[in-house]
């Protein structure tokens, strides 16, 4: 028995969806860009379809029904994370910025931004690729446009007066995410300590000279995403503990299963987020 075609999603433009939403135009084109009614580019014009409709719908009666909570209270509840992440893999930098300035807006705090609306984002996005659902260049793309948001608020995290050590923070050799690494160091220097940002796939020999420059280095963290740099990860810290076997060498990233899996491969501690690596500094001083 032949099978019925499936009938194509009905597709409007812009201005057809802020038609069946009831509001201005300009009012549905904030909606997108602050990651509320997604919608998609065709040829350089935003289209809505009827699922975006319809969700839109159901997340404005769910707000509507906790109309006892202020509007501020309601705006620190919004799902900032998946709207940033609904933007990112739409390639929107506009639209992501503006996500966050409206998070920012609402009350959100900068390590909140990067705590729970940057980073799950990513996280959310990085899962995605790793079960199929999104093509190497999606994540790539929202990975690009997120480093350029880091760049843009990282000023913001400057820590005014004396610091209380240098830190330095880099992927070892290999490992390729450096979106973890640059979060981190604007939470850390943001908490006192002056940081030294190496970026990602930095070779053992770099990382040493690194430490040995400073004169008042605290620690040194290295952040691993993937497990088969593991053996890149051991060589990198052996050579450290030889080099400046008085710096305390701490060890994170989804890569790393806990304290005892950091100190099989030859670190000092784990750090499992930015509290427990701030925890850390915190117990070693200058």
């Known amino acids: ?68 909570t202020s509007v501020s209270q309601r705006k620190r509840r919004a799902p900032w994370a998946d709207r940033l992440e609904r933007r990112l893999l739409a390639g929107d930098s506009q639209g992501s910025w503006g996500v966050i300035e409206a998070a920012l807006a609402s009350g959100a ?51 005014r007066g004396r610091t209380r050590g240098t830190v330095v923070l880099a992927t070892p050799p290999n490992e390729t995410h450096s979106l973890p690494v640059a979060m981190l160091a604007d939470l850390v220097r943001q908490a006192g300590w002056n940081v030294v940002d190496l970026g990602a796939d930095v070779p053992a020999e770099s990382l040493v000279r690194a430490a040995m420059a400073q004169n008042d280095v605290v620690a040194v963290g290295l952040s691993v995403s993937n497990t088969d740099r593991l053996d890149s990860t051991a060589y990198a810290i052996a050579a450290l503990r030889k080099a400046v076997p008085n710096t305390r060498v701490v060890l994170g990233g989804h890569a790393i299963a806990g304290r005892e899996h950091a100190v099989a491969l030859g670190a000092h501690d784990f750090a499992a987020d930015v509290a427990g690596f701030v925890s850390i500094l915190e117990s070693v001083g200058v």
């Open 109 to 159: 705090s900068l390590d909140e931004i990067y705590r729970n609306v940057l980073s799950p984002a990513m996280v959310s996005i990085g899962q995605r690729w790793e079960r199929g659902e999104l093509d190497v260049a999606a994540e790539h793309g929202a990975s690009v446009i997120a480093m350029r948001m880091i760049g843009r608020l990282g000023a913001r995290f400057a820590h």
């Open 1 to 68: 028995m032949a099978k019925t075609p499936a009938v194509p999603e009905a597709e409007f433009t812009l201005h057809e969806a802020a038609e069946l939403l009831g509001v201005h135009y300009m009012t549905a084109y904030r909606y997108v860009r602050l990651g509320l009614l997604d919608a998609y580019k065709v040829g350089g014009t935003w289209r809505v379809n009827q699922t975006g409709i319809d969700t839109f719908r159901v997340r404005a009666v769910t707000e509507e029904s906790r109309g006892t």
